[in-house]
């Protein structure tokens, strides 16, 4: 708890201080520091500051710091020791809340900040046994994820954070990351270096060092590093930053013990030494005057006044508005207005400057207009007379080789193309026709089991939910998994290995006059897997309305989810050709996104694109481990579908078409709270071709879209009685049955449709809206209802226009 919590009388343990520079820097001063006792001694409502006893003097505190201040109180304590047995024996003469407090201040929070793609996922892995996504293309992770491990005697919550190149004010990334650092204080922040790519990596370091906060350096990608024959000094790059650099191989999990080490040393107080990034005689003079100003201004209590001076400088838009609110009269505002005016006035004068740092000479040229460019090369300035000094690139280094020679090929301006499509046929083929093999034999599993099951229960309610409800409805999504696998095991693979991030690159100039950005693509692709993370990963696209565009016609990927009702009824109506007509969906999925971004741009998403960077990661063998992982991990989610969602839609779906009961089966399937439902949006849908059961399965999918294929597997299933033949037998009612290898759901479905409908419903299960927990990610990303409303009612409307021109034309011409 907070030290601000304690009631008069009360007394605790202090186990950490939180807060910055000057604040800290008189608090522990003051006594405030691990392992002490404090009571307070007078703490009334509204009474500020608050009085405190500690080491047998009296302080006083205002409130808001005494919250940053955590402590540990001796009912803590006792309720922790009652809770865990596995603590350690107490130490002769030690109480329980000495030794709670002593566990508690063992705690190291630790935050991975690096550039996007340098490795941080991989050692977050490593160090925190966990399995979050590492792909080899920029904005992987996208939000924050914690992992909490024990080691060398501490425990460590890692925290591992999205990827930046800087920590201004111009992505929501770079906030995010900014904001972790301000507000949640970790004790150590770990810099994860990509050794291969220094330069652009250090100038993250460069204005992390700024923030003056304690740092650790992951030099990782060690292993290209030194297959590239570049030299680096490491030694002395470490005293240039001031700061322990630990090499490491994240992908292997090299040297991360070391690093582990090296963090408790630094966080018990060795081995870092807080330094200034010089930025030349004239930046550094105004730097100081405006930073003396807000440390006057009681601004060092949170943040380091040098970072926000510096900030101030580059007119950092969150950071101005944080001034403004501290500083009601505005002066820091004014008097940083009046170092820029000035320094652009003077810039003229200063086309050349020298900045030297550890002896080290560069040129700068700073005959800029404005200060913020003045700050940036200035810092370049600082990491090239950096590694002048300890790094030697060996120039004819073979590493790169390879990813240009293969670039050649899969970038070339026309063979990119075919390569592309290539890669997309083989993923789909395996997927589909492979993957139908074992779908087969989990299908006869099920069959199998629905039947065993069947006649070991007597004829009642009970064995029409676990046959008809259950049974029939998990299993009639469940035997996709192959399918699902396989198909992530693909994309996986291609994220890894960085052919994704050129897949991207070679669709910038299509996707470009869609309104749309090289880098909505990967997000896109994404959508194949699963519709929610794809929405997530446009955060990477910086450009606001790209990003909004890409959200709203992510929809018409089509995701893993609708895989079982394809596969249903295409085996169903086009066995022979399923895998085509399958590609074609996902095809026409495609066209469509381009399309509707087309139209979006120009009439309701307004704003223009900006330009971009895309970059293009040096090619990564992946790791067998990493990708059979993610494909797992998506399994596994898979899995947990069925288990709650899929599975309690297919009762809910059987208990609506079982009750009301009848004795007659006919009456009992025309009549059933199903039937009524469906009848009642049946007008609606009949356009399209679809009857009533048609109607309700959509509906159902709107939940998940493999509901869809649950309740037609509950809902043929359940009317299977109607024909009067027994449940356990159901694949003999149909006329196909002799064909061995068919899906039981499919030889019931003929009974119902026509090859016609069947087309018209793949179109609308492409086409119709999201799944709500895709609805509810577009809300979520876009900061608005509206987009998301707006998602369903275009999708919706799209889907219906295009099934009911597909069914009246096609009635029209068969
Ligand atoms: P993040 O974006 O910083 O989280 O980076 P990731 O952990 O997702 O890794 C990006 C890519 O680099 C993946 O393909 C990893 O397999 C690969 N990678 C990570 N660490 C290393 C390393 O030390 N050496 C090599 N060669 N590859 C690595
Ligand atoms: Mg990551």
Same mark, same amino acid.
């Given at each position: 708890?907070?030290?601000?919590?304690?009631?008069?009388?009360?007394?605790?343990?202090?186990?950490?201080?939180?807060?910055?520079?000057a604040?800290?820097? =008189?608090?522990?001063?003051?006594?405030?520091?691990?392992?002490?006792?404090?009571?307070s001694?007078?703490?009334?409502?509204?009474?500020?500051?608050?009085?405190?006893?500690?080491?047998?003097?009296?302080?006083?505190?205002?409130?808001?710091?005494?919250?940053?201040?955590?402590?540990?109180?001796?009912?803590?304590?006792?309720?922790?020791?009652?809770?865990?047995?596995?603590?350690?024996?107490?130490?002769?003469?030690?109480?329980?809340?000495?030794?709670?407090?002593?566990?508690?201040?063992?705690?190291?929070?630790?935050?991975?900040?690096?550039?996007?793609?340098?490795?941080?996922?991989?050692?977050?892995?490593?160090?925190?046994?966990?399995?979050?996504?590492?792909?080899?293309?920029?904005?992987?992770?996208?939000?924050?994820?914690?992992?909490?491990?024990?080691?060398?005697?501490?425990?460590?919550?890692?925290?591992?954070?999205?990827?930046?190149y800087?920590?201004?004010?111009?992505?929501?990334?770079?906030?995010?990351?900014?904001?972790?650092?301000?507000?949640?204080?970790?004790?150590?922040?770990?810099?994860?270096?990509?050794g291969?790519?220094?330069?652009?990596?250090?100038?993250?370091?460069?204005?992390?060092?700024?923030?003056?906060?304690?740092? !650790?350096?992951?030099?990782?990608?060690?292993?290209?590093?030194?297959?590239?024959?570049?030299?680096?000094?490491?030694?002395?790059?470490?005293?240039?930053?001031?700061?322990?650099?630990?090499?490491? %191989?994240?992908?292997?999990?090299?040297?991360?013990?070391?690093?582990?080490?090296?963090?408790?040393?630094?966080?018990?107080? $060795?081995?870092?030494?807080?330094i200034?990034?010089?930025?030349?005689?004239?930046?550094?003079?105004?730097?100081?005057?405006?930073?003396?100003h807000?440390?006057?201004?009681?601004?060092?209590?949170?943040?380091?006044?040098?970072f926000?001076?510096?900030?101030?400088?580059?007119?950092?838009?969150?950071?101005? =508005?944080?001034?403004?609110?501290?500083?009601?009269?505005?002066?820091?505002?004014?008097l940083?207005?009046?170092?820029?005016?000035?320094?652009?006035?003077?810039?003229?004068?200063?086309?050349?400057?020298?900045?030297?740092?550890?002896?080290?000479?560069?040129?700068?040229?700073?005959?800029?207009?404005?200060?913020?460019?003045?700050? %940036?090369?200035?810092?370049?300035?600082?990491? =090239?007379?950096?590694?002048?000094?300890?790094?030697? =690139?060996?120039?004819?280094?073979?590493?790169?080789?390879?990813?240009?020679?293969?670039d050649?090929?899969?970038?070339?301006?026309?063979?990119?193309?075919?390569?592309?499509?290539?890669?997309?046929?083989?993923?789909?083929?395996? %997927?589909? %026709?492979?993957?139908?093999?074992?779908?087969?034999?989990?299908?006869? /599993?099920?069959?199998?089991?629905?039947?065993?099951?069947?006649?070991?229960?007597?004829?009642?309610?009970?064995?029409s939910?676990?046959?008809? $409800?259950?049974?029939?409805?998990?299993?009639? !999504?469940?035997?996709?998994?192959?399918?699902?696998?396989?198909?992530?095991?693909f994309?996986?693979?291609m994220?890894?290995?960085?052919?994704?991030?050129?897949?991207?690159?070679?669709?910038?100039?299509?996707?470009?006059?869609?309104?749309?950005?090289?880098?909505?693509?990967?997000? *896109?692709?994404?959508?194949?897997?699963?519709?929610?993370?794809?929405?997530?990963?446009?955060?990477?696209?910086?450009?606001?309305?790209?990003?909004? /565009?890409?959200?709203?016609?992510i929809?018409?990927?089509?995701?893993?989810?609708?895989?079982?009702?394809?596969?249903?009824?295409c085996?169903?109506?086009?066995?022979?050709?399923?895998?085509?007509?399958?590609?074609?969906?996902y095809?026409?999925?495609?066209? *469509?996104?381009?399309?509707?971004?087309?139209?979006?741009?120009?009439y309701?998403?307004?704003?223009?694109s900006?330009?971009?960077?895309?970059?293009?990661?040096?090619?990564?063998?992946?790791?067998?481990?990493?990708?059979?992982?993610?494909?797992?991990?998506?399994?596994?989610?898979?899995?947990?579908?069925?288990?709650?969602?899929?599975?309690?839609?297919?009762?809910?779906?059987?208990?609506?078409s079982y009750?009301?009961?009848?004795?007659?089966?006919?009456?009992?399937?025309?009549?059933?709270?199903?039937?009524?439902?469906?009848?009642?949006?049946?007008?609606a849908?009949?356009?399209?071709?679809?009857?009533?059961?048609?109607?309700?399965?959509?509906?159902?999918?709107?939940f998940?879209?493999?509901?869809v294929?649950?309740?037609?597997?509950?809902?043929?299933?359940?009317?299977?009685?109607?024909?009067?033949?027994?449940?356990?037998?159901?694949?003999?009612?149909?006329?196909?049955?002799?064909?061995?290898?068919?899906?039981?759901?499919?030889?019931?479905?003929?009974?119902?449709?026509?090859?016609?409908?069947?087309f018209?419903?793949?179109?609308?299960?492409?086409?119709?809206?999201?799944?709500?927990?895709?609805?509810?990610?577009?809300?979520?990303?876009?900061?608005?209802?509206?987009?998301?409303?707006?998602?369903?009612?275009?999708?919706?409307?799209?889907?219906?226009?295009?099934?009911?021109?597909?069914?009246?034309?096609?009635?029209?011409?068969?």
């Amino acid at each position: 708890m907070l030290l601000s919590d304690l009631q008069t009388g009360e007394r605790g343990v202090v186990t950490r201080v939180a807060g910055h520079g000057a604040f800290r820097k =008189r608090i522990i001063e003051m006594g405030f520091i691990k392992g002490v006792e404090v009571t307070s001694v007078l703490n009334a409502p509204l009474n500020d500051p608050i009085k405190y006893r500690i080491m047998n003097f009296e302080v006083s505190l205002r409130h808001s710091d005494a919250m940053k201040v955590e402590i540990v109180t001796p009912e803590e304590a006792e309720r922790e020791i009652a809770n865990h047995d596995d603590f350690r024996a107490l130490e002769a003469e030690e109480t329980t809340l000495q030794h709670i407090a002593k566990e508690r201040s063992r705690t190291i929070n630790v935050a991975l900040v690096g550039n996007p793609n340098c490795g941080k996922t991989s050692i977050f892995n490593v160090a925190a046994h966990a399995h979050e996504r590492v792909g080899n293309y920029s904005g992987v992770t996208v939000d924050e994820k914690v992992g909490t491990f024990k080691y060398g005697g501490y425990t460590f919550n890692l925290t591992d954070l999205p990827g930046t190149y800087s920590l201004s004010a111009y992505s929501p990334e770079e906030l995010y990351v900014r904001r972790h650092i301000l507000e949640k204080n970790p004790d150590i922040i770990l810099n994860v270096v990509d050794g291969s790519n220094l330069e652009r990596n250090l100038y993250l370091t460069t204005q992390l060092i700024d923030m003056d906060i304690t740092m !650790v350096m992951a030099l990782n990608m060690y292993d290209e590093l030194q297959k590239s024959g570049d030299r680096l000094d490491i030694e002395q790059l470490s005293t240039l930053l001031g700061m322990p650099i630990v090499p490491t %191989t994240g992908r292997s999990g090299q040297g991360i013990g070391s690093l582990f080490d090296k963090i408790i040393e630094v966080f018990e107080g $060795g081995g870092y030494r807080h330094i200034h990034v010089n930025h030349g005689r004239y930046l550094e003079r105004h730097i100081k005057q405006l930073r003396t100003h807000l440390y006057e201004h009681g601004f060092s209590d949170e943040i380091s006044t040098r970072f926000l001076a510096i900030k101030l400088l580059e007119h950092d838009s969150q950071l101005e =508005r944080y001034a403004a609110e501290r500083d009601p009269d505005g002066s820091a505002l004014q008097l940083r207005d009046q170092i820029a005016e000035g320094y652009k006035k003077g810039s003229g004068r200063r086309l050349v400057e020298n900045v030297v740092d550890n002896g080290h000479k560069v040129d700068v040229e700073s005959g800029h207009q404005d200060i913020e460019s003045a700050i %940036t090369d200035a810092k370049y300035a600082f990491v =090239r007379g950096a590694l002048a000094e300890c790094y030697v =690139r060996n120039e004819k280094s073979t590493l790169h080789s390879l990813t240009d020679r293969l670039d050649s090929i899969v970038t070339h301006r026309w063979l990119g193309y075919p390569v592309f499509l290539l890669f997309m046929f083989v993923t789909f083929w395996c %997927t589909f %026709t492979l993957g139908a093999y074992p779908m087969d034999w989990i299908d006869g /599993l099920f069959a199998w089991l629905g039947e065993r099951i069947g006649e070991g229960m007597s004829e009642g309610p009970w064995r029409s939910l676990v046959v008809d $409800g259950i049974i029939a409805g998990v299993g009639s !999504v469940l035997v996709f998994l192959p399918n699902i696998l396989i198909l992530y095991l693909f994309i996986s693979f291609m994220e890894d290995s960085g052919y994704m991030a050129r897949a991207a690159f070679i669709m910038d100039k299509l996707m470009h006059r869609m309104g749309l950005h090289g880098k909505s693509f990967i997000p *896109m692709i994404m959508g194949f897997g699963c519709n929610v993370p794809a929405i997530m990963a446009t955060r990477t696209i910086e450009d606001r309305k790209s990003r909004l /565009l890409t959200m709203l016609v992510i929809p018409m990927m089509s995701c893993s989810a609708r895989i079982p009702v394809y596969v249903i009824l295409c085996s169903a109506f086009f066995s022979t050709h399923a895998a085509y007509v399958i590609m074609g969906l996902y095809l026409l999925g495609m066209v *469509m996104s381009v399309l509707m971004a087309k139209l979006f741009s120009r009439y309701f998403v307004k704003g223009d694109s900006l330009p971009f960077v895309m970059e293009l990661p040096p090619y990564r063998l992946p790791t067998a481990k990493a990708v059979l992982r993610h494909t797992w991990e998506k399994g596994k989610e898979y899995l947990k579908k069925m288990a709650t969602i899929i599975l309690g839609a297919s009762i809910i779906v059987w208990a609506l078409s079982y009750f009301p009961y009848h004795e007659d089966p006919k009456q009992q399937a025309e009549n059933s709270y199903m039937a009524k439902i469906g009848k009642t949006i049946e007008p609606a849908m009949r356009p399209c071709g679809f009857d009533w059961r048609q109607s309700v399965a959509l509906l159902s999918g709107v939940f998940a879209k493999e509901v869809v294929a649950s309740t037609m597997g509950v809902l043929y299933s359940t009317s299977d009685y109607s024909d009067g033949s027994d449940c356990s037998e159901y694949s003999e009612s149909s006329e196909y049955s002799e064909d061995a290898d068919d899906f039981r759901i499919a030889s019931l479905i003929r009974d119902h449709m026509t090859p016609l409908s069947a087309f018209s419903m793949l179109l609308f299960i492409l086409l119709y809206m999201p799944c709500l927990s895709t609805v509810v990610a577009i809300k979520n990303e876009s900061g608005r209802w509206k987009w998301a409303v707006f998602t369903m009612a275009y999708t919706i409307g799209l889907a219906w226009v295009v099934s009911a021109l597909v069914f009246q034309l096609g009635s029209l011409l068969l």
